[in-house]
């Protein structure tokens, strides 16, 4: 009787141990927050490089780079409010994928920040993150009067919006819009994309510039 009851016994702690392995496992295992969709920002340079805060980099602002539009991230998004950001550890970015990045992102500091901010939000791998960002603008044609201006230019952001509509068809108007700094200069221009990177209208969250006129610098 002893006997069968050590073996009832010692059947059972098994069960246990393999019970409380699965939930450890499972309570492990890497969640990322839910999102509904991406925001591809494109930062405007020269407007960026004239304000008093933010590192500057040389490769951006240095004097003669002819830099306009650049990648500034591609963010998760929530519908009606601002996706989640910095959703766990983040190994640094290795350098084949920086390479290919830096002629879309352009410096190492902002790709690796983008990658812990908002890439480990997306639920894909580094490499896959970095390749969907690049995807991303390739499928965004900029008007090549807003891209590389040799003058000051000012236009309201229904304007800038119309623009960019205008020079990609395929997407709904309201795929686009602007943010802008305080002093009225273009931020960025931002572009609303379903998981699958197909445009969609912007949700609330993507924000809006309230200035009635946007200021863009030439391109140096």
């Known amino acids: 009787m002893k006997t069968r009851n050590r073996g009832f016994f010692g059947v059972a702690l098994l069960v246990c141990l393999l019970m409380s392995g699965l939930a450890g496992a499972k309570s492990h295992k890497k969640k990322h927050p839910k999102f509904d969709y991406y925001l591809l920002v494109l930062s405007y ?19 003669g780079r002819h830099v306009g539009f650049v990648v500034h991230g591609l963010w998760p998004q929530g519908e009606t409010s601002r996706g989640p950001e910095s959703c766990g550890p983040a190994s640094p970015v290795a350098d084949e994928i920086i390479q290919a990045t830096l002629p879309y992102i352009p410096t190492e500091r902002l790709i690796q920040h983008e990658w812990a901010a908002h890439g480990t939000c997306s639920g894909l791998s580094t490499a896959d993150y970095f390749d969907t960002v690049r995807k991303a603008r390739d499928s965004v044609t900029l008007p090549a009067d807003l891209n590389q201006p040799s003058q000051q230019l000012e236009f309201s952001p229904a304007e800038i919006e119309s623009k960019v509509a205008a020079a990609n068809p395929s997407f709904p108007q309201a795929a686009f819009r602007t943010s802008c700094y305080k002093d ?27 200035a009635g006129q946007e200021t863009l610098l030439p391109v140096l």
């Not at 960026?48 to 602002?61: A, I, L, N, T």
Request: charged share 25%; with cysteine; hydrophobic share 25%.
């Open 45 to 63: 340079a020269p407007d960026f490089c004239s304000q008093p805060q933010g590192v500057k980099d040389p490769r951006e602002c240095g004097a």
């Open 184 to 210: 009225h200069e273009l931020q960025e221009i931002r572009i609303c994309l379903n998981k699958d990177l197909s445009p969609r209208a912007c949700g609330p969250s993507a924000g809006e510039c309230a």
